[in-house]
């Protein structure tokens, strides 16, 4: 029997017919599934979370059939609460199926701590360059001392205290200066 007349005959065009039609059940069938496991006509709105803390987030979540998970801790934002949401993905109105994660960014409780660097036998403008640059706020009332250079950084102090170079404090901090008047030795 050649190709061509298997081709032609009874057996293989039976056989073609019911492989088809299992084809378009099975496309029939995995396409209804699809639509039950993806919950395609579920939508759920994302609620604003932010300025939410972490509970009042948890709770409306539950509610809403969906769950949270912290990604970050950011730098501390004074316009926020402390440890309230700053930043969620996905942002609020859009929507999502139940079960959806909503990673969520929390504002720190405090300013993180920045070391401070090394401006000692620097100029006054420089140090404040490099201070402000890290994160510091630099004092309105300098201390002058006796030294041979004037406007030459000898000291630091914070709060009315002396500060080492390397030591840490909370960025935004305000660090006044100790600096030569040109009259001294």
């Known amino acids: 029997m050649s190709l061509l007349n298997f081709v032609k005959s009874k057996t293989f065009l039976k056989q073609l017919g019911i492989a088809v039609v299992g084809i378009v059940v099975f ?26 803390t972490i509970t009042e987030v948890k709770a409306k979540l539950d509610e809403l059939d969906l769950k949270l998970k ?6 501390y934002n004074p316009d926020y609460p ?12 859009d929507f999502v199926k139940e079960n959806r994660k909503i990673y969520l960014k929390i504002n720190r409780p405090t300013y993180q701590d920045v070391i401070i660097p090394d401006v000692l036998r620097k100029s006054r403008r ?4 490099v201070l402000k640059s890290v994160g510091f706020r630099i004092g309105n009332s300098p201390k002058y001392v006796p030294d041979i250079a004037r406007n030459v950084v000898r000291g630091l102090y914070h709060k ?12 935004n901090s305000v660090v006044n200066l100790k600096l030569g008047d040109g009259k001294g030795r």
């Open 27 to 52: 496309i029939i069938l995995i396409m209804q599934w699809m639509k039950i496991t993806t919950n395609h006509s579920q939508k759920i709105e994302v609620p604003d979370l932010s300025k939410l």
């Open 70 to 75: 912290i990604v970050d801790s950011t730098n």
């Open 82 to 93: 402390p440890l309230s949401v700053i930043e969620q993905d996905p942002e609020a109105g």
């Open 126 to 129: 420089n140090a404040e360059t």
């Open 160 to 171: 009315g205290k002396t500060i080492e170079v390397g030591t840490k404090l909370p960025k």
